[in-house]
C-alpha cells in the first residue's frame, strides 16, 4: 500500500502544511489508520478509498489523538493527488465523502504543483463570548485580546472558537492550560487566535502540545466571521496567513460567495511518495 507526503498551503516544497495520503486505503481498519498517523506523527492524516461515483471518494482523517469529522489541508492535498494520480486533464472536479459532509473540491495545476479548492457550504454561528468568558479564553494562552472585535464560534464542519488578538497577543500566545472542558460548554472544539488587521492566525491540538501550521477548517469560518463583521464582502477573495511562527508561512485563500458559501484553496506540492511493508491485515 503506497501513501504520499503532500504540503498544502504551499509555494514550493518542504512549506505550507504536510499531510501523509493514503490513496487507496481499502483493507485498513480505524485502529490501523489512528495507529499510522501515530508512527507517522504527522498533525493530520487522510485516508481514501474509491466509490462507485465518479471522481468520489471516501475520506477518513485522523490526528495523533483522534478522528475528524472535517479537516482542511488534508482535504485539499488528498485532491491535489488523486488530480496527479486520475486526472489527466488541466482541471478536474473532485467529490469526498467524509463521516458527516460532503466536499466538493475543485484541483487544477499550477507550476510543478496543483492548486486547490473546496466548498466548505455555509458557516453556522454560534455563540458570542462575554468579556469575562472572552478574557478567560486569552489568559489561557497568555495572549491580549483586541476588544474591538466579538470572540465567537464559527463553524463550517469544526467549530472553532474565533479569538481576536492583538499583534502582539499573537506573538505571545502559547496555549497554558487544558480548555476542553470550557470548549464544550460553549459548543467549540478548537480556539483559533486571530490578529485581524493583519489576516493572520494561530491554533493548537487540544493538548496544546502542537501547533497546527495552516488549518483549512479553520480558514472557513474566519473568511464567514470576517465577512459578517464588515471586514471583508461578499464576493472578494482575500487572503489569510499562518505558520511564521514556525517558519512555515503559509497562505489560505478564502472567499465568501453572495449565497454565503465559504471556499477555501491554496497551492498543494508533492513532496515523496513511500510504501507500507506490512500488509494491510497485519496492522490491526
Not at 502544511?17 to 486505503?25: E, I, L, R
Not at 495507529?35 to 485522523?62: C, H, K, M, W, Y
Not at 503559509?250 to 508533492?270: H, P, T
Request: a negative charge; aromatic letters at 8%.
Amino acid at each position: 500500500m503506497d501513501y504520499w507526503q503532500v504540503d498544502v498551503f504551499a509555494e514550493r516544497v518542504l512549506a505550507g502544511n504536510g499531510v501523509a495520503v493514503f490513496p487507496d486505503c481499502r483493507g485498513l481498519s480505524a485502529t490501523a489508520m489512528q495507529e499510522l498517523t501515530r508512527e507517522l506523527r504527522q498533525f493530520e492524516s487522510i485516508f481514501l478509498a474509491p466509490l462507485d461515483g465518479p471522481n468520489a471518494f471516501s475520506a477518513r482523517v485522523f490526528t495523533v489523538e483522534e478522528e475528524l469529522p472535517f479537516a482542511g489541508h488534508p482535504i485539499l492535498g488528498a485532491a491535489a493527488l488523486l488530480h496527479h494520480l486520475h486526472g489527466g486533464a488541466a482541471h478536474a472536479d473532485w467529490l469526498l465523502h467524509l463521516s458527516e459532509k460532503q466536499v466538493r473540491i475543485a484541483t487544477r495545476h499550477q507550476g510543478k504543483g496543483f492548486y486547490a479548492e473546496m466548498d466548505q457550504g455555509r458557516a453556522e454561528f454560534g455563540r458570542v463570548l462575554d468579556d469575562t468568558s472572552a478574557d478567560a479564553f486569552a489568559a489561557a494562552f497568555g495572549s491580549e485580546r483586541d476588544r474591538r472585535f466579538p470572540a465567537q464560534v464559527v463553524s463550517t464542519g469544526l467549530p472553532y472558537l474565533l479569538l481576536p488578538v492583538t499583534a502582539a497577543g499573537l506573538a505571545a500566545a502559547k496555549q497554558r492550560e487544558l480548555l476542553d472542558d470550557a470548549l464544550a460548554g460553549i459548543g467549540a472544539a478548537f480556539v483559533f487566535l486571530i490578529e485581524v488587521d493583519a489576516r493572520e492566525g494561530r491554533t493548537w491540538d487540544p493538548l496544546g502540545v502542537v501547533e497546527d501550521i495552516a488549518t483549512g477548517s479553520a480558514a472557513g469560518p474566519v473568511a464567514a466571521w470576517m465577512v459578517e463583521q464588515g471586514l471583508e464582502f461578499h464576493g472578494q477573495p482575500f487572503a489569510l496567513s499562518q505558520g511564521r511562527f514556525l517558519g512555515r508561512l503559509s497562505r489560505l485563500d478564502v472567499c465568501v460567495s453572495e449565497d454565503d458559501r465559504v471556499k477555501v484553496g491554496g497551492k498543494v506540492q508533492l513532496l515523496a511518495q513511500a510504501r507500507l511493508l506490512a500488509a494491510p491485515a497485519d496492522l490491526g
